[in-house]
């Protein structure tokens, strides 16, 4: 093969990759506007099971694209037909254009639509006095999240929620969704109990030992799919971790998968301590940070974590 053909050998090579990588953006951003409507979804759904004899390779997991939750967008449409006029939505997809928030609240001020679906963006700062009913889908999503303050954050989130109906002369109402009627940040929901609820959780934590009766730190672990000693090397930190807080006088939970199991390319895991100070916390982190066994992982210390996933 001479030098001239190893070059346009090679060209066109390249040349065939860079097609596929387009062709591959392409079908991604093609299956993710199908996914936006029900008809989308069944055709992505039929596709999945003709997929693997075709040898199609979309980047996605089609057996899971099935929209499992109605979402701001497919809400609106289905209460537009319901309404018998279009009906506005708020939320980051319809606000992504400078100044278009505003617009959409003047919009609904006017009252050129008796509907406005929209996210947790709505839940409080608004001021409609005009407004006599508030639902909430999906109430108790929340609810389900791994994060001792899940009760905390929906009990706020609705009580908020709910100060959007009823601010004028006439009475308001609230409905909520919820698939666990049993929980007990209804009652005080209902209610707009904040002592009570206050109450309730303080005695949870301090039966479960949460703050603010211990320090709590999160060490987020991660390593490549691609690292074939990620797995061993956490096996190998994790039982060195557990002798040495129990030395240190730390509880120890996990490692466990993380919420966001696979990120990046990179697979996670979360490691929850609790203890009475910050230092020993800190002091486990760092004995963590000097193990050989630490090099193929990627380690974090997150004191007192605000965000669990």
């Known amino acids: 093969m001479t030098v001239e053909t190893q070059v346009l050998w090679g060209l066109g090579v390249f040349a065939g990759l860079l097609l596929l990588i387009m062709l591959r953006k392409l079908l991604v951003k093609a299956v993710r506007l199908l996914l936006r409507t029900a008809a989308g979804a069944g055709v992505l759904a039929l596709l999945a099971q003709t997929s693997g004899a075709l040898g199609i390779q979309l980047g996605v997991n089609l057996y899971n694209a099935l929209p499992l939750g109605e979402g701001?967008?497919?809400?609106?449409?289905?209460?537009?037909?319901?309404?018998?006029?279009?009906?506005?939505?708020?939320?980051?997809?319809?606000?992504?254009?400078?100044?278009?928030?505003?617009?959409?609240?003047?919009?609904?001020?006017?009252?050129?639509?008796?509907?406005?679906?929209?996210?947790?963006?709505?839940?409080?700062?608004?001021?409609?006095?005009?407004?006599?009913?508030?639902?909430?889908?999906?109430?108790?999503?929340?609810?389900?999240?791994?994060?001792?303050?899940?009760?905390?954050?929906?009990?706020?989130?609705?009580?908020?929620?709910?100060?959007?109906?009823?601010?004028?002369?006439?009475?308001?109402?609230?409905?909520?969704?919820?698939?666990?009627?049993?929980?007990?940040?209804?009652?005080?929901?209902?209610?707009?109990?904040?002592?009570?609820?206050?109450?309730?959780?303080?005695?949870?934590?301090?039966?479960?030992?949460?703050?603010?009766?211990?320090?709590?730190?999160?060490?987020?672990?991660?390593?490549?799919?691609?690292?074939?000693?990620?797995?061993?090397?956490?096996?190998?930190?994790?039982?060195?971790?557990?002798l040495r807080a129990r030395e240190l006088d730390v509880r120890m939970l996990g490692p466990a998968p993380a919420p966001l199991a696979l990120l990046r390319g990179r697979r996670r895991f979360h490691c929850l301590l609790k203890a009475g100070d910050w230092q020993v916390l800190r002091q486990l982190y760092f004995f963590a940070k000097s193990r050989k066994a630490a090099a193929p992982l990627r380690l974090f210390l997150d004191l007192d974590p605000v965000n669990m996933l």
Not at 114 to 119: A, D, N, Q, S
Not at 158 to 173: I, M
Not at 201 to 211: F, G, M
Request: charged share 25%; glycine share 8%; hydrophobic share 40%.
């Open 72 to 242: 701001t967008e497919r809400l609106g449409e289905r209460l537009s037909v319901l309404a018998g006029r279009p009906v506005l939505r708020l939320d980051r997809d319809s606000t992504r254009r400078p100044g278009r928030m505003e617009e959409i609240l003047a919009a609904f001020a006017r009252q050129e639509s008796p509907i406005l679906v929209g996210t947790q963006m709505l839940s409080k700062g608004h001021h409609f006095p005009q407004v006599t009913l508030a639902v909430v889908a999906d109430g108790d999503l929340g609810l389900n999240l791994p994060d001792y303050r899940a009760a905390e954050r929906t009990f706020q989130l609705l009580v908020q929620s709910a100060g959007r109906a009823g601010r004028g002369e006439k009475p308001g109402r609230v409905l909520i969704q919820t698939r666990d009627v049993s929980h007990y940040c209804w009652q005080y929901v209902q209610t707009g109990d904040y002592e009570g609820f206050y109450a309730a959780e303080l005695a949870r934590r301090r039966l479960r030992q949460y703050p603010p009766f211990v320090r709590l730190a999160l060490i987020r672990m991660s390593f490549g799919v691609e690292e074939k000693d990620g797995p061993a090397a956490l096996n190998e930190l994790t039982a060195a971790l557990r």
